[in-house]
């Protein structure tokens, strides 16, 4: 989604200034066209041929210089511009923006773009909270401003406070979640959920399962990235969960049947990508189970007694007010994988269900590519390649935008 994008990217005078040439080359190696803008007080900091090496186009600084080439090139930059990013901003920056203030480049380019302004404020804790500080950021965040905020963290001065420049990642979530308004899942609430449950057995020890929760993240970020406000409820997952979406946790089975049942009221569509305990001990011991205490057997083994957990797919349903819910669920499978999808789709009044075989090379669990088959409600069956896993989200969600088109127009017909 980053190709071919035209990026206007400012670089201000911070000492994270060095850190805008990462998120610029990986800006670049996602085929992004990136025009930076240095300030000359970034320029103290980092020197602009480092950009322009990074970028591979020219680097612009000086309003003022006498070929005119720039002063010429600031309207064309601000016209051409889909995001103009301010990474770092300094608080001398944040404050001439909310001013409106166009006695430089980037301040020049601010004014005469209508792109949408992604700024990422780093600075010194008390800079960052001083309140005339905050009180730019909420002028700025006021005029439709999207920032990134700063991360706690050890600072340039040595002290542990907000005002760390953020993860590339992070940065480029962000901007990927500004460029995909207006995508065609703009306007949609859309709630998914991943990675495994832990069932307790007792304060340390729980029933999980292999599910790494990346599944469930691709599906989320491509839903982001089309412009859905998404919901992402996770389970036990290994890495830290996308930026520039709402999060919530769920461990076990019974919170995440809590949490999916508040999140889908108003909701478009549920994703069920979380694999979700189906069974749970009935009692969890409040203290550690120790060897040879009384809840061992005489015989040394240890009886567990699991029961049910609820079928929270299922169960929504039944829900009132969820009969426009489009409602797609993932069944991970070792054996019998069609008959046990097909059989899942018609008893939890699926929408869709998206089934793989986790015994294959390649697929399921932990791995970065699945090949999975869509079931349709209407009959179809897709099956398609071992992808990427960020293409079986791009696929997953082409079918529902299409189901929620026609479900806009079967309510269309319905209103007329
Ligand atoms: C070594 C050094 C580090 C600085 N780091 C920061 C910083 O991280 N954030 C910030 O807001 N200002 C920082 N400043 C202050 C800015 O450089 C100063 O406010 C400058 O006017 C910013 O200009 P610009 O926003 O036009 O680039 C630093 C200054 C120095 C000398």
Not at 370 to 394: C, Q, S, Y
């Amino acid at each position: 989604m980053l190709r071919d994008r035209r990026i206007v990217f400012g670089v201000t005078g911070g000492i994270a200034a060095y850190k805008a040439a990462d998120v610029v080359s990986k800006l670049r190696q996602a085929g992004a066209l990136v025009d930076v803008i240095l300030t000359d007080h970034a320029a103290e900091f980092v020197r602009p041929l480092t950009f322009a090496a990074l970028s591979h186009r020219p680097v612009y600084q000086n309003l003022w210089e006498t070929t005119g080439e720039a002063a010429a090139r600031h309207i064309e930059l601000a016209e051409a511009a889909e995001a103009l990013v301010v990474a770092p901003a300094t608080a001398d920056t944040l404050a001439r923006l909310a001013q409106g203030r166009a006695d430089d480049m980037l301040g020049a380019v601010a004014l005469a773009t209508t792109a949408p302004l992604l700024l990422v404020p780093a600075m010194e804790h008390h800079m960052y909270e001083h309140p005339a500080t905050q009180a730019n950021l909420r002028v700025l965040v006021e005029r439709g401003a999207v920032v990134v905020p700063p991360e706690v963290g050890q600072l340039a001065s040595g002290i542990v406070g907000i005002g760390r420049f953020p993860e590339t990642a992070t940065i480029l979530a962000h901007l990927r979640a500004l460029l995909g308004r207006g995508g065609d899942l703009a306007g949609r609430r859309v709630v998914v959920t991943a990675g495994g449950t832990q069932e307790p057995i007792d304060p340390v020890r729980y029933i999980g399962n292999r599910s790494s929760g990346r599944m469930g993240y691709a599906l989320a970020e491509e839903a982001r990235d089309r412009g859905a406000d998404v919901l992402l409820i996770t389970g036990a997952v290994g890495a830290p969960p996308p930026a520039g979406l709402c999060v919530e946790t769920a461990r076990t089975a019974l919170e995440l049947r809590d949490a999916v049942r508040a999140a889908i009221v108003g909701a478009n569509v549920l994703v069920m990508a979380a694999a979700v305990a189906d069974y749970r001990a009935e009692r969890p011991a409040d203290r550690k189970i120790k060897k040879g205490s009384a809840a061992e057997n005489a015989d040394g083994s240890l009886t567990l007694r699991l029961v049910r957990t609820p079928d929270i797919l299922a169960e929504t349903a039944a829900l009132p007010g969820t009969e426009r819910l489009v409602r797609v669920g993932f069944a991970a499978e070792t054996t019998d994988v069609a008959a046990n999808a097909a059989a899942k789709l018609g008893g939890k009044q699926l929408d869709l269900i998206v089934a793989n075989d986790v015994s294959k090379p390649g697929s399921g669990f932990g791995t970065t590519t699945n090949e999975v088959t869509i079931f349709h409600a209407d009959g179809r069956v897709e099956p398609l390649a071992l992808l990427p896993k960020a293409e079986v989200a791009r696929a997953v969600w082409d079918r529902v935008v299409s189901l929620l088109a026609a479900r806009g127009s079967a309510q269309a017909d319905g209103d007329a």
